[in-house]
């Protein structure tokens, strides 16, 4: 059974940071990317970081480039993205998802639906 799990959102003031963990299980972790999306009450979903698990190419929206970080632990097919600098528009349910790596890599999750998905974790900042 193919399986994403999140953790580590939760409700965190402005200028705060928070560390999302992603443990994938049911699938061979290295053939795909991991990327983290998310989604605003009735805004459109976001493509915001993802990470190659076979080579370590990394891809950071450019609304998070230099606050958000992205890693990757191949033993423990999990992978985290430390949240810095949180901004109340920050705040959405962030979802993990499996995709194909492309080149680019911001293609993965840009251009292509992912194969498959976690059940997402709400992320609140508040001002």
């Known amino acids: 059974e193919v399986q994403l799990v999140e953790s580590g959102g939760g409700l965190v003031q402005a200028g705060g940071s928070l560390r999302l963990s992603c443990a994938a299980s049911g699938f061979t972790f290295v053939d795909y990317a991991i990327g983290w999306f998310r989604q605003a009450p009735g805004k459109e979903r976001e493509g915001v970081s993802c990470i190659s698990s076979s080579d370590g190419r990394l891809y950071y929206a450019d609304s998070v480039k230099g606050r958000f970080n992205i890693s990757s632990d191949n033993a423990k097919n999990t992978v985290y993205l430390q949240m810095n600098s949180l901004k109340p528009e920050n705040t959405a349910v962030y979802y993990c998802?499996?995709?194909?790596?492309?080149?680019?890599?911001?293609?993965?999750?840009?251009?292509?639906?992912?194969?498959?998905w976690g059940q997402g974790t709400q992320v609140t900042v508040s001002s």
């Open positions: 998802a499996a995709v194909r790596p492309l080149v680019p890599l911001y293609g993965s999750i840009s251009y292509q639906e992912p194969d498959y």
